[in-house]
């Protein structure tokens, strides 16, 4: 008898590899997508919005999606990284032809607070995007942190950044949400570039995945070209989906994590001596993460 599957509030700003997270989730009878919550990140929280409306009906998902936070929590929201996800935050991929619903009712971190309680003990948080959602959820009700199943997030970085030299990008897009979150006394786990830079797909694998996966990371492949001289791209947020799923593939540590929120270093992840341990994933067995990704979305 299988176990129940586990619920997930998947918390995004897609995003090329937020897109193929949420292909791997799709695929993943163990998880089971409840809502989704969009916030800024990877473009406007109108676009990131409209493509976690798009993404649903491309991809056939029926979870309800909550359009989140437009800005950081108190600092004003950076530019978009066009040169990395396109104008359109999807690798500038077509996206007519589907009739797109509204989204659905409730502000993102309003659903959040509501499905957590809903569900004591049952709901896993998954943030690929700036944690500006859940750490707007975590001010309105702090109880939420004894009622999560648990925490992952896609964030951080200990050897270096990639949005500057120090920071890693979700964290750099709002580093006071990112503290605020690190610091709670919930069951967290971190998953930093440090893990998920050697899970890159190439671009052989990514045109012999078909047509969605060779079309939408495209563009984001080209990006790592010029800027990393990479043949292929990184699947930083499917990286954090997988590691729910295959912690095997995954070398961790415990300790307490600060964020340094002002200066040239704004938005870097240090390991801290004191304050709440969270579970950190430090490597990743790429290859073999990028395989069962493939093997999970093959049709
Ligand atoms: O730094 C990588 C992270 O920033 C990923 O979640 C990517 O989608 C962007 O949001
Ligand atoms: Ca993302």
Known sequence: MSASPRLVILDTDPGVDDALALLYLRARPD??????????????VETTTRNALWLRARLGLSAPIHRGAATPLSRPRGPSPVHVHGDNGLGDIDLSGLDLAPPDNGEAHERIIEIVRANPG????VAIGPLTNLALALRAAPDIA???AGVTIMGGAFERGNITPYAEANVHNDPEAAAEVLAAPWPLTLVPLDATRPCVLSSAQAFAAGDFVREVTRGYAAAYARHEGLNGCVLHDVAALISLTRPQLFASRRAPVAVTTHGERAG???WALEGTPVGILIEADGPGLVEHFLRTIAP
């Open 268 to 270: 870097q992840t240090v």
């Open 122 to 125: 049952a709901v896993t948080l």
């Open 31 to 44: 998880l089971r997508l409840v809502a989704i919550t969009t916030v800024f990140g990877n473009a406007d």
């Open 146 to 148: 004894d009622l999560v």
